[in-house]
């Protein structure tokens, strides 16, 4: 995948670049310090995903949909540090796709860009309690495939959802996804809270009653814990 860093602090450029630049699977084509700068790279390199700091100096959330006029493939993941939840709210109205803070692990920053490059969305679990803190109604949002709020399960959650009902590990699901384990948890600690439950068993009924995976696998299984 082709990737624009987008942030005024030469520094953190710097550090996602040194550190993204050693998967093989990241091509980083450029680095932004400002606006102006950034549509004139996405024009000239044409990138799968621009990794960007919206609330930097220079930058603002209106250069998501300045640069969906030219080029509507391109899509963002939002890397900021602490923000209310209606900002988080408004990027993603005006079209980031995944949204991470900058305090995350390295694993999901780069999970969370090969997610977003794959057609997915990627939000840590900071960001969506951000946004439960303040009791918005993610409903309201009118996203198109918005699926990591609380009432929606993404498709990647069902994935993990069908391979915890199976018996697979963290460690197991995070091999066969292609995830980092930290990963894996956070997607895990995300269905719990979606589903409003509070263990394994739960999540196994949960795709039994859902039909993802069959109750005749169970009906000679341990108890679940």
């Given at each position: 995948?082709k990737?624009i ?41 044409q990138?799968d ?8 100096q ?12 030219s080029s509507?493939?391109?899509r ?19 079209g ?9 692990d390295?694993?999901e ?17 900071q ?22 709020e609380?009432?929606?399960i ?10 915890i009902?199976e ?9 066969k996804?292609?995830?980092?384990p ?12 979606k ?18 995976v069959?109750?005749?696998?169970f009906?000679f299984?341990p108890?679940?814990?």
């Open positions: 995948m990737l860093i987008a942030d005024s602090n030469l520094l953190i450029r710097a550090g996602l670049n040194a550190v993204l630049s050693q998967y093989g699977d990241i091509e980083i084509c450029g680095e932004a310090s400002s606006e102006v700068q950034l549509l004139e790279m996405v024009k000239s390199f990138p995903v621009v990794l960007i700091d919206f609330a930097a220079n930058f603002s959330i209106d250069v998501v949909p300045a640069v969906h006029k509507k493939h391109v963002f993941v939002a890397i900021t540090g602490e923000q209310s939840g209606i900002t988080i709210v408004n990027a993603l109205r005006a980031v796709v995944s949204y991470i803070k900058k305090d995350c390295i694993h920053i780069v999970d969370s860009v090969r997610e977003t490059a794959s057609g997915g969305r990627f939000f840590c679990g960001i969506l309690n951000a946004i439960r803190k303040e009791s918005i109604d993610v409903n309201d949002l009118e996203l198109t495939e918005f699926s990591c609380p009432v929606n993404s498709d990647r959650e069902l994935e993990i959802i069908t391979l009902a018996g697979y590990t963290n460690i197991e699901i995070a091999d996804l292609f995830l980092s930290h990963t894996v948890n956070t997607h895990r600690k995300n269905i719990l809270q589903l409003g439950v509070n263990n394994t068993a739960a999540i196994v009924m949960y795709a039994v009653k859902t039909q993802l069959s109750p005749n696998k009906l299984s108890s679940l814990t």
